[in-house]
């Protein structure tokens, strides 16, 4: 069995120990492995809050993992523009400006 992924006591660990475990073990290790949604799913929901609440330091981190976890850049500009809508203009052409750095920085997909 491979050891966990440690991705907030890398980023934030140093400093404040406690959250990075619960954010590791509890929303990452427990919350988004539930059986009630996919992980797709739970990308899908949550861009979508981000974008709607203007979370804009934790959305390339998570729309990161919406690529990782099957989502395509297509639908996640489907999803921003569907937002614009609902959670105004101002949020879905940050989110867009956000994305697209996002998707300049990864590898192309093959």
């Given at each position: 069995?491979?050891?966990?992924?440690r991705?907030?006591?890398?980023?934030?660990?140093?400093?404040?120990?406690?959250?990075?475990?619960?954010?590791?073990?509890?929303?990452?290790?427990?919350?988004?492995?539930?059986?009630?949604?996919?992980?797709?799913?739970?990308?899908?929901?949550?861009?979508?809050?981000?974008?709607?609440?203007?979370?804009?330091?934790?959305l390339?981190?998570?729309?990161?993992k919406?690529?990782?976890?099957?989502?395509?850049?297509?639908?996640?500009?489907?999803?921003i523009?569907?937002?614009?809508?609902?959670?105004?203009?101002?949020?879905?052409?940050?989110?867009?400006?956000?994305?697209?750095?996002?998707?300049d920085?990864?590898?192309?997909?093959?």
């Amino acid at each position: 069995m491979s050891a966990p992924i440690r991705t907030a006591h890398n980023a934030f660990g140093h400093i404040a120990p406690a959250l990075a475990d619960y954010t590791d073990d509890i929303l990452f290790g427990d919350v988004w492995q539930r059986a009630g949604l996919s992980p797709r799913d739970r990308s899908l929901i949550t861009v979508s809050c981000l974008i709607a609440l203007y979370r804009t330091n934790e959305l390339p981190f998570h729309l990161g993992k919406a690529l990782d976890n099957g989502i395509d850049k297509d639908e996640i500009v489907e999803l921003i523009t569907h937002l614009a809508f609902y959670s105004g203009w101002p949020t879905a052409t940050t989110a867009l400006t956000i994305a697209q750095r996002v998707f300049d920085e990864r590898p192309p997909q093959p």
